[in-house]
């Protein structure tokens, strides 16, 4: 048996943009046992995924124990997508004889044995279709068409009650203003007006959605709210799975980018996501295998040069099944 270890130890959308690479790992090398280096707040995201084996929560502070623990595993290959230092030596110092990385980080050449020449800070393409193609030696040329997350039906339940217990009970946009600034997104008081244009144009529910530890943000657009009798505020600190079961329930999820946008195109949601015109581009992060549109503003202007409008309009197109 083929022992393979896949290291992406940064955030949920990132690690979800992994599962194409496992599929197809999974299809090519049979008998494989696959097992996934995660950071340890993201690697939820893998739970009831039968094609991943077994997921290893990443320790910076315990680099000796960790690397005694991955020569254990005595993998065969490591493919390193997230090429940090540490985790590169980590992965060195556990002796796997075939090492996949990168060719152009300065420390390249001391810990990766086989170096892929590609720059993904160009964002030519989806970051999917990069990790794919760092594994080309092993699958062949592939191009990344989904996403994959596995809630189990007791999740999906539980997500249906809790929006029943907020007075949900049938068609909902979900709007998710928060996100851990990995990108700039719309102001606060532009999603206020946005979801003001929403609640005007239809009878769905509105609810507007916050990560742990974000709630104020929501709180905050709520309160600058002149209408709020169909909007809804996530007050709880869900967990990242019950999040997830929540958004499986959603006929349109509104955002920036974020791995919570990416959680929505894993489960086949509608998605409207808000990108700035430089820096994290749709090319590469765009949400994957989903009905979605990509709204950016002009050319030089700020975020909020987007229109409360033209969200609206979109919003609109989504629901009744018209995309791009």
């Known amino acids: 048996m083929r022992r393979i270890l896949i290291s992406r130890t940064d955030a949920i ?106 720059h993904r800070k160009h964002s030519l393409i989806h970051e999917a279709d990069y990790n794919l193609l760092q594994a080309e030696e092993l699958i062949g040329k592939k191009k990344a068409k989904k996403l994959f997350l596995y809630l189990k039906k007791n999740e999906i339940r539980d997500g249906k009650k809790y929006l029943i217990k907020k007075g949900i009970k049938s068609d909902f946009i979900m709007v998710y203003p928060g996100g851990r600034g990995s990108a700039e ?17 239809t009878k769905a529910k509105i609810l507007l959605g916050s990560g742990r530890g974000e709630q104020f943000k929501a709180r905050e657009i709520y309160g600058s709210l002149k209408k709020r009798k169909n909007v809804i505020v996530m007050n709880e600190n869900l967990s990242i799975r019950q999040l997830a079961s929540v958004i499986k329930h959603a006929k349109l999820f509104i955002s920036g980018s974020t791995g919570p946008m990416h959680i929505a195109a894993a489960l086949g949601v509608k998605t409207i996501s808000f990108f700035p015109f430089s820096g994290i581009k749709p090319t590469r992060w765009r949400p994957l295998g989903n009905p979605a549109e990509i709204i950016m503003p002009a050319d030089g202007s700020p975020m909020d040069s987007i229109s409360a409008d033209y969200v609206a309009q979109k919003a609109a197109g989504l629901l009744k099944g018209k995309t791009k």
Do not use: Q
């Open 13 to 118: 959308g990132d690690l979800l943009l992994t599962t194409p690479l496992i599929h197809e790992l999974k299809k090519k090398i049979k008998n494989c046992f696959i097992t996934v280096l995660a950071s340890d707040y993201a690697k939820t995201v893998l739970e009831n995924n039968p094609e991943v084996d077994e997921v290893i929560a990443y320790k910076k502070n315990k680099f000796w124990e960790m690397a005694a623990k991955l020569r254990s595993h005595g993998f065969d290959t490591a493919i390193i997508l997230f090429p940090r230092f540490w985790v590169a030596r980590l992965i060195k110092r556990a002796g796997i004889p075939e090492r996949i990385g990168t060719a152009y980080r300065w420390y390249s050449f001391l810990f990766f044995n086989k170096r892929v020449k590609m």
């Open 185 to 201: 997104n719309l102001s606060p008081a532009r999603y206020a007006e946005m979801i003001e244009k929403l609640s005007g144009m």
